[in-house]
């Protein structure tokens, strides 16, 4: 698998089946984003039939069947939708259509998993919000960094096995490498991309969330700047925010666009999460100059220091409960609260930041 470049990194994992064969189809509409990768990676893992696949670039298509063989290219998104068999479509669109292709997806009657960030407006969240309320469909969200990274699903095991007692601050590093050549020029206008807080903070801003417990939180300082990228004007390449959650926990993320050609990964993700019993530190994606494999975990309790090296060894319960919540109509893989929270904070950080441009 490789790690150079974010926008194409797609973790695999042991294949753990929740359902038989053909029991939940699925089907991928807009293949603008390489996560769409890991996120058929993760559903397939866990059982799922990937159908369908449609995106108006034949250059993609072509690309995704011949990783997922057998899928069958539909002729247009109706196709996909019309096709009473599926019962969810993922997406990994231009962002600022993420939104609206959603609705459109719940109104035929089908669950929804959309790339981060989910959707890039006030008003998408509204409307979002107001489909998933009437529909009873799922609006599900790929907040990958958490999700589909095993240091931080074993962090979660262990916060709330009261490893490190209640959670007070968490400390969120998210680089990322830039690959400006690569990159397609929606990827420079904040109008489709959702500006850097929301394109790449709502990761951060979901983890703490889910991390401290929290039901609620609310912003309280946050920056972008376009220090290195003046090219595109618009262009954010570095931001970051202070939070505080509803039960009185505290975050700082910062995330960036400046990972060194010398990494061996597209981006070296971090995160310190404090308790009043002791500390764990997430290495995700590697140990600097020290191992090239990701998903460290050092915790540090009563008992001692432990360092402890989980790839391979958690997997990623997320999709298999994903497919679970769709069949048995629960919300035990993420609650559609919490969904719609994370990125609600991330467009309030994005909307009220300080630009610190010079």
């Not at 991309?193 to 903070?201: E, Q, S, Y």
Request: proline share 5%.
């Amino acid at each position: 698998m490789q790690k150079a470049d974010g926008m194409n990194y797609a973790p695999t994992g042991e294949s753990r089946p929740v359902c038989g064969p053909g029991e939940f189809r699925f089907a991928a509409v807009g293949l603008d984003h390489g996560h769409i990768y890991g996120m058929c990676n993760g559903l397939v893992e866990a059982g799922g039939e990937l159908a369908w696949v449609f995106d108006p670039d034949p250059q993609k298509v072509a690309a995704f069947c011949s990783t997922y063989g057998g899928v069958k290219v539909a002729r247009s998104e109706a196709e996909v939708l019309d096709d009473p068999a599926i019962r969810l479509v993922a997406s990994a669109a231009v962002p600022c259509r993420r939104g609206p292709l959603g609705l459109r997806v719940m109104d035929c009657g089908k669950d929804y998993f959309a790339d981060k960030p989910p959707l890039t407006s006030l008003e998408q969240l509204d409307a979002a919000r107001r489909k998933a309320a009437e529909t009873g469909r799922i609006y599900a969200a790929y907040y990958s960094e958490r999700l589909h990274v095993e240091a931080a699903v074993k962090a979660g095991d262990l916060i709330r096995h009261g490893a490190i007692g209640r959670v007070v601050q968490v400390i969120g590093l998210g680089p990322h490498r830039l690959n400006a050549p690569t990159r397609p020029s929606w990827f420079w206008d904040p109008r489709q991309a959702g500006g850097i807080l929301v394109d790449i903070g709502c990761h951060q801003i979901e983890q703490f969330l889910s991390f401290a417990g929290a039901n609620g939180a609310r912003v309280l300082h946050s920056k972008v700047g376009n220090y290195h990228n003046r090219d595109h004007a618009d262009f954010q390449d570095f931001g970051d925010a202070t939070l505080v959650a509803d039960n009185g926990a505290t975050s700082y993320f910062r995330v960036d666009w400046f990972t060194p050609d010398g990494l061996g990964a597209w981006g070296d993700g971090r995160a310190v999460i404090l308790g009043t019993d002791g500390y764990i530190e997430l290495r995700k994606y590697l140990d600097v100059a020290r191992d090239a494999a990701g998903d460290h975990v050092y915790l540090v309790d009563r008992e001692g220091e432990h360092h402890l090296s989980v790839h391979g060894t958690v997997g990623f319960p997320y999709f298999g409960k994903l497919i679970l919540d769709c069949l048995h109509r629960t919300e035990h893989a993420m609650p559609q609260r919490h969904t719609f929270l994370a990125i609600e904070l991330a467009l309030a950080a994005q909307a009220q930041a300080v630009n610190v441009s010079t």
